[in-house]
């Protein structure tokens, strides 16, 4: 007795289908995760931005960012959970798992925010001016 390791041609293109298929759900999974990825990015800029407004001046810029980071985590979870993986399971522990991986971040923008604002000494939020415009414009024909 013989063993091929030979397949017929409909197991191939069979297998061949599968991979397609495979890869066509990974390229949806990939495009739906940057783009509510974006999303999330303005969303924690609109956080940011509303909290320096109102409290801003209380708490202070790190506290800014933390109060943008927990609302914006949250809306970031709901979007990814709902919209881009659809899982279903234990909301709280998801995610308390989903809040660790955003704690890097939150640390590289305290790091980042305290440089550019103590170090290099830029304002939190800086609103273009008339002044600005020529600035502005000269850098956008570029």
Known sequence: MTVTT?????????????????RGV???????????GGVNTLIGLGWFLLFHWL?????????????AHVCSVLCAF?????????VRGNVLTDLGRFELVNLGG???????????????????????????????LQWSVR
Request: proline fraction near 5%; aromatic fraction near 8%; charged fraction near 15%.
């Open 6 to 22: 030979e397949t017929s041609p409909d197991k191939q293109a069979a297998k061949s289908g599968k991979k397609k298929i495979i």
């Open 26 to 36: 990974l390229a949806v999974y990939l495009l739906g995760f940057v783009v509510i």
């Open 55 to 67: 409290v801003g001046g209380v708490v202070g810029y790190l506290g800014t960012l933390l109060l």
């Open 78 to 86: 709901v979007l990814h959970r709902r919209l881009v993986f659809r």
């Open 106 to 136: 939150l640390g590289l923008n305290a790091v980042a925010l305290t440089f550019f604002v103590e170090v290099a000494g830029l304002p939190v939020l800086h609103v273009p001016t008339k002044e600005d415009a020529p600035a502005i």
